[in-house]
């Protein structure tokens, strides 16, 4: 029913006061309510309720947008990708979320039935806020998550420095330990030789040996052994440096190989900051600080209750004169359906009834003149052999005549139309 002079059915409307009677803009969250717009305009007090119940159902698009969003744009940094993918996800939530609400029905529905039909939309809902909640944490506790997510990639760096450092253990053992043998070798021949030099310089100055000074051939006996002794070590001693060089060289290359690797680890630890490692710092954050589990907690329970709201705005809602016209409108159209549904069911049946009379008179009709054929023929056979007017050959038995009648004018029930 239009309105007149701002009065629908009967009643006075907020446009019959204020002079303006041009159409509210509410069409558009109408529709978001899903509901039937050119039945709603007959009743104005259902108006605002399914404007409202349209704002949720909106809200739940803008979450799932800037949730989507923001998971997008932490993975592939790119705002072009995040908004696109934020507009897709925001659409198929809201159009979830709309779904469930519209199928939902008030008037001669129990409150039970009602309760039990909403529980599984309940639950999609549910797992909806779950999915949308997380992203909005994450955002809303960049900062500390920045913070922890350093710490844990300090505890990533330390961690796969003790695995390099076990990786190469052997072989930086058995280095080390080459090595020590070598350098004691060599120490070792060193004593020996400076022995020998400190002898025969303290036997030549007095102060070591015979104590005496300038006795040339103590001295030049004991500068022999030293010479002696550094012609037969040298070649080892050669040896030893060229040992202890190699050793050297695989202690220096296993440790620049190991810097090496630290830092492409730092590099990629460090450029691969994705949603999943975010996510562990909050989780990380949760379990450590009391207080961020709890802002946690209260805040998915807020974005869930958000998601869920529709189905509980529907779920509390009164019933209404829309609600009743609506399963009024539905109702007709189903008897509407049921009814043609069954005309056209009979009109078929009479259609194949009036065939199957057809066919039966058609058969009736066949089976009688196939009848008087045959008893035609048949006295036309027995009137020839009353008269004699077979020949020899031809002459049998009455016996003889009828059961080559039968079976020459016998047909079967089922050959017949």
């Known amino acids: 029913m239009s309105a007149i002079n701002g009065k629908q059915n009967g009643l006075y409307s907020y446009d019959s006061f204020s002079g303006n009677t041009k159409k509210t803009d509410s069409h558009f969250l109408w529709w978001c309510a899903g509901a039937h717009q050119q039945l709603l305009k007959d009743y104005p007090s259902e108006h605002t309720k399914y404007a409202g119940l349209g704002g949720v159902l909106l809200a739940t698009f803008v979450l799932a947008s800037l ?4 998971a997008i744009y932490s993975v592939f940094n790119n705002a072009g990708w995040a908004i696109a993918f934020a507009m897709i996800w925001g659409l198929i939530i809201f159009n979830f979320d709309r779904f469930l609400v519209s199928t939902m029905r008030k008037y001669g529905v129990s409150t039970r039935k009602q309760i039990w039909i909403a529980v599984p939309r309940i ?16 955002k809303i506790f960049e900062k500390e998550i920045d913070t922890k997510v350093a710490e844990n990639r300090h505890h990533k760096i330390l961690l796969n420095d003790s695995l390099l450092q076990a990786e190469n253990k052997t072989v930086l053992l058995n280095a080390q330990q080459e090595r020590s043998k070598l350098m004691e070798r060599k120490s070792l021949i060193e004593d020996t030789l400076h022995r020998l030099q400190q002898a025969y310089i303290q036997e030549a100055d007095g102060t070591g040996g015979s104590l005496q000074r ?32 190699y050793q050297d060289s695989i202690l220096n290359n296993t440790a620049a190989n190991n810097e090496i690797k630290r830092k492409q680890y730092e590099e990629a630890v460090t450029a691969n900051v994705g949603f999943l490692e975010r996510n562990k710092a909050l989780s990380d954050l949760s379990t450590q600080e009391s207080s961020v589990f709890w802002a946690d907690l209260f805040i998915s329970l807020l974005i869930i209750l958000i998601e869920i709201g529709p189905i509980l705005s529907k779920l509390i ?28 069911k009979e009109l078929l049946f009479d259609k194949m009834n009036g065939l199957y009379e057809k066919k039966k008179e058609m058969s009736d009709e066949l089976t009688q003149r196939i009848s008087s054929l045959q008893q035609k023929h048949i006295n036309n056979e027995l009137d020839r052999w009353e008269r004699g007017e077979r020949t020899s050959n031809d002459k049998m038995a009455i016996d003889e005549l009828l059961k080559k009648i039968k079976n020459q004018y016998d047909f079967k029930e089922e050959n017949i139309l």
């Open 123 to 138: 639950i999609l809902a549910l797992l909806i806020g779950i999915t949308i909640a997380r992203p909005l944490e994450l």
């Open 67 to 70: 949730s989507a969003g923001y």
């Open 214 to 245: 300038g006795i040339e051939k103590l001295t030049l006996l004991k500068q022999q052994a030293y010479n002696i002794a550094l012609q037969q070590f040298t070649p080892e001693l050669q040896k030893l440096s060229l040992q202890l060089n």
């Open 317 to 344: 809602m009164t019933v209404g004169p829309y609600d009743i016209a609506l399963a009024k409108t539905e109702l007709l159209q189903m008897a509407t359906t049921v009814n043609e549904m069954r005309r056209d």
